[in-house]
């Protein structure tokens, strides 16, 4: 068990040698014996769940480069080709629209993002700062879509969305989440903890709701508009169940279902399936470890404020 | 100005509300009220009282589907309670380079289920990477047949589903461990508690209103399980259609051209109750373990 907090004595560190003035450079640079065993024991712990945790994808990244003289089931298994082509991506590409299904994906997500923000600011804003009558009931009614969950709810939005015309089309696929009660209420608690003293002074110069909620109230919580701008596009890109059952022509396919008919009609062709799923997953990934930090430490912020 | 204030929250909440209402709380009680319907998408259909559910308790398909979602929240909650704990237990230490194995822990958490799914689909055939590894270490004589037997196929797809959570709730488990006092530790040490022991009276204690959270979250995922069971047992739900969830069963009957939505609608509301049913038992457990 290794749990060391900068605060405390390292485990390592001698009775002789406790760091009194500069624990983490000392830590750094004397490690005893068995501190380093310890240490090296550690690493060898991360890179094994590393191999398990990601080794997956590099593996597929490596099959979807494999070209026609490489073996996908060989013994023992291999991943990095000796054919190396991208073949299977352009075959990827004959086969399925993918561009047009990449640009559905972006056109859900994106809005999807936007909406969430947007209106869940919104929602949170009149919760926690105004005050009116029905405000508890609104607030209930959101709690109450959390409860419900989409999977139990889906066969009847799929008639009311069948009645709305909404049936086949982008809009439909994006509506039930353009606002989750999980945007309103992060939006909210947010709010909440911004001290009232910023909104009394704009009161005072005559600023209206909207400008207290524009001006004043949203450039405070940017880190809540990271953690619901990242889930929001997260959450759409991924999707599977309700594009699937809202979307019954081809070309209106997001990028999620297209790979499922993809894997259908290929299940022979694994470099080709792998060229896909890596298509489907590389930009995401790419997207996650440059907003990384903005991630972490906001997702902790919204995790104690909420 | 009065009146236009009093409009102003009105104005705020009307996305949300709309979207709250048209999409979440109306087709809820559309549910209800077409659980006791024999309403077919092309058809339509009347009001036929109980029997829906009648033929729920009746229905094999039903059964089997309702018997492999409880199983599938039974093996996958406990350990999506602990194997996140020892991970996040891992990369918390503030040493060199753990910012890059938090982050890349992570990466299934990003990629959507059905890209997981295919991947795995590929690691798991007859003579796929995981059984050469198998076959290897001598844990198996043969290959084993992961996608093609009824009850291999359903671990498949728990294992595709603990994998992809094990980084999600390990950031939940991270916020918590944050927040445990260094001094607890500290204390722990001075006193000559080793790691398990501190694991045992400090950690876990401290991070046990987490675990329950945890155990919720997991247990309604599971609950709703869908996409892994689609992508790995496929369309038809493994051979003789064994491989089935709830959420599976109610899209196979309700969609389609004529789907058979009351019916569906019925299936749905004792989901909808298990649910409900098992977050509360959860808390209730976790109440009375506080307790003694």
């Given at each position: 068990?290794?749990?060391?907090?900068?605060?405390?004595?390292?485990?390592?560190?001698?009775?002789?040698?406790?760091?009194?003035?500069?624990?983490?450079?000392?830590?750094?640079?004397?490690?005893?014996?068995?501190?380093?065993?310890?240490?090296?024991?550690?690493?060898?712990?991360?890179?094994?769940?590393?191999?398990?945790?990601?080794?997956?994808?590099?593996?597929?990244?490596?099959?979807?480069?494999?070209?026609?003289?490489?073996?996908?089931?060989?013994?023992?298994?291999?991943?990095?080709?000796?054919?190396?082509?991208?073949?299977?991506?352009?075959?990827?590409?004959?086969?399925?629209?993918?561009?047009?299904?990449?640009?559905?994906?972006?056109?859900?997500?994106?809005?999807?993002?936007?909406?969430?923000?947007?209106?869940?600011?919104?929602?949170?804003?009149?919760?926690?700062?105004?005050?009116?009558?029905?405000?508890?009931?609104?607030?209930?009614?959101?709690?109450?879509?959390?409860?419900?969950?989409?999977?139990?709810?889906?066969?009847?939005?799929?008639?009311?969305?069948?009645?709305?015309?909404?049936?086949?089309?982008?809009?439909?696929?994006?509506?039930?989440?353009?606002?989750?009660?999980?945007?309103?209420?992060?939006?909210?608690?947010?709010?909440?903890?911004?001290?009232?003293?910023?909104?009394e002074a704009a009161v005072l110069d005559?600023?209206?709701?909207?400008?207290?909620?524009?001006?004043?109230?949203?450039?405070?919580?940017?880190?809540?508009?990271?953690v619901v701008g990242i889930f929001s596009?997260?959450?759409?890109?991924?999707?599977?169940?309700?594009?699937?059952?809202?979307?019954?022509?081809?070309?209106?396919?997001?990028?999620?279902?297209?790979?499922?008919?993809?894997?259908?009609?290929?299940?022979?062709?694994?470099?080709?399936?792998?060229?896909?799923?890596?298509?489907?997953?590389?930009?995401?990934?790419?997207?996650?470890?440059?907003?990384?930090?903005?991630?972490?430490?906001?997702?902790?912020?919204?995790?104690?404020?909420? | 100005?009065?009146?236009?204030?009093?409009?102003?929250?009105?104005?705020?909440?009307?996305?949300?509300?709309?979207?709250?209402?048209?999409?979440?709380?109306?087709?809820?009680?559309?549910?209800?009220?077409?659980?006791?319907?024999?309403?077919?998408?092309?058809?339509?259909?009347?009001?036929?009282?109980?029997?829906?559910?009648?033929?729920?308790?009746?229905?094999?398909?039903?059964?089997?589907?309702?018997?492999?979602?409880?199983?599938?929240?039974?093996?996958?909650?406990?350990?999506?309670?602990?194997?996140?704990?020892?991970?996040?237990?891992?990369?918390?230490?503030?040493?060199?380079?753990?910012?890059?194995?938090?982050?890349?822990?992570?990466?299934?958490?990003?990629?959507?289920?059905?890209?997981?799914?295919?991947?795995?689909?590929?690691?798991?055939?007859?003579?796929?990477?995981?059984?050469?590894?198998?076959?290897?270490?001598?844990?198996?004589?043969?290959?084993?047949?992961?996608?093609?037997?009824?009850?291999?196929?359903?671990?498949?797809?728990?294992?595709?589903?603990?994998?992809?959570?094990?980084?999600?709730?390990?950031?939940?488990?991270?916020?918590?461990?944050?927040?445990?006092?260094?001094?607890?530790?500290?204390?722990?040490?001075?006193?000559?508690?080793?790691?398990?022991?501190?694991?045992?009276?400090?950690?876990?204690?401290?991070?046990?209103?987490?675990?329950?959270?945890?155990?919720?979250?997991?247990?309604?995922?599971?609950?709703?399980?869908?996409?892994?069971?689609?992508?790995?047992?496929?369309?038809?739900?493994?051979?003789?259609?064994?491989?089935?969830?709830?959420?599976?069963?109610?899209?196979?009957?309700?969609?389609?051209?004529?789907?058979?939505?009351?019916?569906?609608?019925?299936?749905?509301?004792?989901?909808?109750?298990?649910?409900?049913?098992?977050?509360?038992?959860?808390?209730?457990?976790?109440?009375?373990?506080?307790?003694?």
């Amino acid at each position: 068990m290794s749990i060391i907090d900068t605060n405390t004595v390292p485990a390592e560190a001698t009775a002789a040698e406790v760091p009194t003035r500069e624990p983490r450079r000392l830590r750094k640079r004397k490690l005893t014996p068995a501190g380093l065993a310890k240490r090296s024991l550690h690493y060898l712990v991360l890179a094994g769940v590393l191999v398990l945790l990601v080794g997956p994808f590099v593996f597929t990244l490596g099959t979807s480069l494999k070209g026609p003289a490489d073996s996908v089931f060989s013994y023992p298994p291999y991943f990095i080709p000796r054919d190396p082509t991208l073949d299977n991506f352009s075959k990827v590409a004959d086969v399925i629209p993918v561009g047009q299904f990449i640009w559905n994906s972006l056109i859900v997500a994106t809005v999807s993002t936007v909406t969430n923000i947007l209106f869940g600011s919104m929602a949170g804003f009149a919760l926690a700062r105004l005050r009116f009558r029905g405000n508890m009931t609104a607030y209930l009614l959101f709690l109450a879509t959390l409860v419900i969950p989409f999977e139990v709810i889906f066969i009847s939005v799929f008639l009311t969305s069948k009645q709305m015309g909404l049936v086949d089309t982008l809009a439909g696929v994006i509506l039930p989440t353009a606002v989750t009660g999980f945007s309103i209420l992060l939006f909210r608690s947010a709010f909440l903890s911004l001290p009232r003293a910023i909104d009394e002074a704009a009161v005072l110069d005559g600023a209206t709701e909207f400008q207290r909620y524009w001006r004043v109230s949203m450039p405070s919580v940017t880190g809540t508009m990271a953690v619901v701008g990242i889930f929001s596009f997260m959450f759409a890109w991924d999707d599977f169940l309700w594009p699937q059952i809202v979307l019954t022509s081809q070309q209106n396919y997001t990028l999620t279902v297209g790979l499922q008919f993809l894997a259908g009609a290929f299940a022979d062709d694994q470099k080709v399936v792998a060229a896909g799923t890596m298509i489907a997953v590389i930009p995401l990934i790419i997207v996650f470890f440059l907003a990384q930090k903005w991630f972490f430490r906001g997702a902790g912020e919204g995790a104690v404020k909420g | 100005m009065r009146p236009r204030r009093l409009l102003t929250p009105w104005v705020l909440l009307a996305p949300a509300l709309a979207v709250a209402l048209i999409f979440h709380i109306v087709p809820f009680f559309r549910t209800v009220q077409l659980s006791f319907t024999d309403f077919r998408l092309a058809s339509g259909g009347e009001y036929i009282g109980l029997e829906n559910f009648g033929a729920l308790a009746s229905s094999d398909v039903f059964w089997l589907s309702a018997g492999n979602t409880l199983l599938y929240v039974i093996v996958v909650v406990p350990l999506l309670v602990m194997l996140p704990l020892f991970l996040a237990m891992l990369v918390q230490p503030k040493i060199p380079g753990i910012a890059f194995f938090r982050a890349s822990f992570y990466t299934p958490v990003i990629a959507s289920m059905v890209v997981v799914g295919l991947i795995w689909v590929f690691l798991l055939r007859e003579q796929g990477p995981v059984n050469w590894l198998l076959q290897t270490l001598k844990v198996v004589q043969g290959p084993l047949p992961f996608l093609t037997d009824a009850t291999l196929l359903l671990l498949s797809c728990m294992l595709v589903t603990v994998w992809k959570g094990l980084g999600f709730y390990m950031v939940i488990y991270l916020t918590a461990l944050a927040n445990v006092p260094g001094e607890l530790h500290e204390a722990a040490q001075v006193d000559g508690a080793g790691g398990v022991r501190r694991f045992w009276s400090v950690t876990l204690p401290s991070v046990r209103p987490t675990m329950l959270l945890v155990g919720v979250l997991s247990a309604i995922a599971a609950m709703k399980v869908y996409a892994e069971i689609f992508v790995i047992a496929g369309e038809t739900a493994g051979p003789g259609g064994q491989v089935r969830s709830l959420v599976f069963t109610i899209r196979e009957v309700g969609s389609g051209f004529d789907g058979q939505v009351g019916y569906a609608a019925a299936m749905s509301l004792v989901l909808f109750v298990f649910t409900i049913g098992l977050t509360v038992a959860l808390q209730k457990l976790s109440r009375e373990n506080e307790e003694a």
